[in-house]
């Protein structure tokens, strides 16, 4: 009954697309400032899913650098936007029913660019650690034919976490500590069962920017100019 | 807050694995058998009470038995009596870590009393259990039937498409891919198509290596998409069907077929052969075969009628079916299963 042909199909084309995507955040020739002003820590707090399979996530960031780059064309401004590099930790859970619960923990390398506009598009890779809880009371017989349950029966694995997201930052335009911003990712776990599994992730999730100094609009692009 | 979080996630974790058995003539419930590395998933659906109990042992290796929970079933089956669908190890939901050294058909076995005893512990020892091999899941029942006593633990057993013999299983598949291929030529249906089959089967004659095993295996697929009579079912709209409802783990399924698939435990079963050992097989039988099936063609299913030395043996031959008569003709299938289910209990 199987169709492997099918299956390898569906692999090869999300790979595709998933390389498709990343490849389109590539940078174009920019001037910048690294601005150590703008460095603070976010909270996350998502809601996690895969399909209809819920689940949440916490997150602290922790900046390692911001820069603010504009893009000149004939002496003229006609692009700006702050790029931002941070390590993440977060803890993430999600229950699919019968199958398992996840709860993983990751600390993930995040690259984010924010437009002028407080358009957000990101994308994140890092390891992780994972333990699943299975989705049923399980059993071990042993070789005499006794019956036991076996408690919080479940899994560790080493995962590995990458995924890219689009988002809104409240904090240009609407003078807001948040930003809004739904991410896919693909968590992959192993060992499992000698394999490695992949899963997608679908993030929509508010952050949280309790340090923000918030970007007076006008006033702080000019400045970059003139230090230029 | 955090610690709020943590509990509720521990709580319903813990929720999750609680010991849930329901008699009922509507149960719907899963549980884990670990064993050997391997969780390994067991859902029980329909009429509990009824203590029939209908072990489905899955194609593959590596296909899981996820595929074989239809509504029609359901509704046909499982008002009578309880199916059980379990999932092989490095198969549908089953879970695990490095385990694929285990991954051989003693262990599978292994795995199948095992999920036999705890079914039996939940259940109640008194019920009447009947295994169900389709395709690969038939080596792992032929195997588990002719160990001595294993016979003791069922009350009867069900071979759809299965092969219990995969040295003799190539030998017919290209038999009747040949002869079917001739006659559908002279007949001038599908030309083109079978051309290159008929070419292959010729030009291979005997000692099959994994290769040209695996050739046949895919020919044989192939060639029911040829064949105008059979109820041509699409898995993947199967799949696309119950997915969310039955809330496939769909990347989970896809990992372990390729794993087991390419695995090298399909070498050790390309030799694999219980024809001799079939005669101390005493329980009652039913052999379903699909009459287009080139997967596992019909002669194999006699092969097995043949040696069983069972006196309750029955065999039925669906017309319109090839080698996945559960989803091509389950009018036939569930009205073959039911009555010899209910004749036995």
Redesign the interface.
Known sequence: ????G???E??RTAIFLFTLFYCSLCLAQSDTINDSSSRHINLNLSYNSS???PG?T?AIEFPLYHINVQVLKNQKTVRFYTRGRFITGS?N?Y???????N?YLTAEWLMRRTMYSGFISEFSAGPGFSR??????????DDN?N?S?????????ALITFGGGLGYDFSIKKHLPFSAVAKLNIISMF??????????VLELGIRYMPGMKWIIPGNKLVSTSEYK | MKQLFIIGILLLIVGCQKEKITISSSTSEVFYVENAGASMRVLVQGNTSSKIFILIIHGGPGVSSYFYDTNYIGKNLGDKCAIVYWDQRNAGASQGSSNGNKLHLDQMVDDLKKVTEVLKYRYGQDMNLFLLGHSFGGLILADFITRPGFQNMIKGLIDVDGSHNYPLNDTLTRQKLLTEGQYQVAQKRHVSEWQPIINYCLSHTGNFNLEESQQLEQYANDAENYIDSINHVSIVTEVERYNIHDKYPLTAIISNLMYSEDSNFNEELAATNFSPALKIVTVPVLVLWGKYDFICPISLGEDFFNRISSTDKRMSVSSRSGHNMILQDKKFFCNEVASFVLAHN
């Open positions: 009954m199987s169709q492997p099918f299956y390898k569906i692999l399909l209809i399979y949440i916490m803890l859970w229950h699919h029913p019968d199958f398992h619960d709860l699943t809880f299975l989705g049923g009371t399980t059993y071990r017989v034919g019956i349950v076996v408690r919080l029966a479940g899994y560790n694995y060992p499992y069962n000698s394999t490695i599994y992949f899963r997608p």
